[in-house]
């Protein structure tokens, strides 16, 4: 009896945080993707630093860097590409909508702006050009476009297809715990000796 009064309280406060969430995003839809991002990956850095390296101190830069590109890339600009320009290109909703827009967002999206971009923030951060950002992309971004399809493919497809645009961000920030945790391990926004490098 106690377990069901517990359960049922909880289950209360689970579905009041989300409507709070919910009525939040439809208010500042921008505000609300960019803080959902911004805590996220700040907990994820900090997560993968200390994976790296336990006794390490945290490296305050590197997670300022990506917080701050995870807020306004992963979280206000997606919310753009998420609920405004996808609905517009991929017309109708189901399955199949919903695999032709994960596709694309992974075909297109992920390899030709979300990891430039990503490239080229940080190194104009260490002081290096887009130039410099992108031919590091070139050499050694296939490993993590790799394991951004492995991740987002599948994920992408549950979004388009279940999760109702108020909260697709929020759902991209949960699975992305697990990408952020990889990308911030295969392409940390450090700096070595002067160079830009991925560890």
């Known amino acids: 009896r106690m377990l069901r009064m517990w359960s049922a309280r909880l289950s209360?406060?689970?579905?009041?945080?989300?409507r709070v969430y919910g009525r939040a995003y439809e208010q500042a839809p921008i505000a609300c993707s960019g803080l959902t991002m911004a805590i996220k990956a700040g907990i994820c850095d900090t997560i993968a630093q200390k994976l790296a390296?336990?006794?390490a101190d945290l490296?305050?830069?590197?997670?300022?860097?990506?917080?701050?590109?995870c807020s306004g890339y992963a979280g206000a600009f997606q919310h753009f590409i998420f609920n405004v320009f996808?609905?517009?290109?991929?017309?109708?909703?189901g399955c199949r909508v919903a695999m032709?827009?994960?596709?694309?967002d992974n075909v297109v999206h992920a390899p030709l702006v979300y990891l430039p971009a990503y490239y080229a923030f940080n190194n104009i951060f260490e002081g290096?050009?887009?130039?410099?950002?992108?031919?590091?992309y070139y050499t050694d971004g296939f490993?993590?476009?790799?394991?951004?399809?492995?991740?987002?493919?599948p994920a992408q497809c549950v979004?388009?297809?279940?999760?109702?645009?108020?909260?697709?961000?929020?759902?991209?920030?949960?699975?992305?715990?697990?990408?952020?945790?990889?990308?911030?391990?295969?392409?940390?926004?450090?700096?070595?000796?002067?160079?830009?490098?991925?560890?």
């Open 12 to 18: 209360a406060c689970v579905a009041g945080t989300f």
């Open 53 to 55: 390296d336990p006794m």
């Open 59 to 69: 490296n305050t830069w590197r997670l300022t860097k990506f917080t701050l590109f």
């Open 86 to 93: 996808y609905p517009q290109l991929f017309r109708g909703t």
């Open 100 to 104: 032709r827009t994960a596709l694309f």
């Open 128 to 136: 290096g050009s887009i130039v410099d950002g992108l031919r590091e």
């Open 143 to 153: 490993d993590v476009l790799k394991t951004c399809w492995s991740i987002w493919f």
């Open 159 to 199: 979004n388009f297809w279940l999760v109702p645009p108020n909260f697709r961000i929020l759902f991209t920030a949960a699975v992305g715990s697990v990408w952020n945790v990889s990308l911030s391990s295969l392409a940390p926004m450090t700096h070595d000796d002067g160079a830009h490098t991925v560890d």
